[in-house]
């Protein structure tokens, strides 16, 4: 059965998540959808682009379901703003996750997203309005609760438990039944080891420059 789909954003998630969704023959995407201060077109790769404020008197939420293509700014508050505005107006947040991904979840709630090659092992449990993105691994028996954002390349490791609306960065690990308190942003390739703190930034060491030349570094440690 064909399944009716309005995305609301017009931004990179949006985008992302249009193609994904589009490559789905099972999936009807009859418009975009932002507030009306932000409508600043009529289409977006050539499918309408409406004011929320008028989305109820254009598209049944009978027959519709709203995917959230908000980011995960101001530590995926935006997301879960969207999120409730939806379900105010009526809407039923669509669930999804790619072919591709493997889902073995015990629960996966309203309005998640799971992108391709995502594994969530047997077990866990994926809150609402959270997003799993490409190459992630939720393991068994984690808990990963509402408004969450898991980009590519994560590591949830058993039993580990990631509170309401957290960012966990490109190719962050959380290791086994560790506690990731709510609103907390873990940096990319950020090792967590032991249980955080509410509100906290966690960031591993960036990048520095190397004192040899790479012409040199290869010459002596890469012979």
Sequence with gaps: ???NIIIVGHT???????AILSKDPQINIAAFTVHEAFLDADQLFGVKLVAFETLSSRFSPD???????????NVNRN???????AKEAGYPLFTYVHPSATNLAEN???????MPGAVI???ARLGANSVVC????????????ENCWLASGTVVSGGAHIKRNTFLGVNSTIVNNIIVEEYNIIGAQTLIAKNTAKNGVYL?????PHRFASEDYARYYLA
Excluded: Q, W
Aim: avoid cysteine; proline fraction near 4%; hydrophobic fraction near 40%.
């Design 204 to 208: 591993s060491r960036p990048g520095e």
């Design 63 to 73: 027959e519709y379901s709203i995917v959230n293509g908000v980011g995960y700014g």
């Design 1 to 3: 059965m064909l399944k």
């Design 121 to 123: 092992e047997p077990y």
């Design 108 to 114: 996966v709630g309203e309005g998640v997203f799971v």
């Design 134 to 145: 490409s190459n992630t691994t939720v393991a068994h028996d984690s808990i990963i609760e």
């Design 12 to 18: 990179n998630a949006a985008r992302i998540f249009f």
């Design 79 to 85: 997301r879960e703003l969207t999120y409730l505005a």
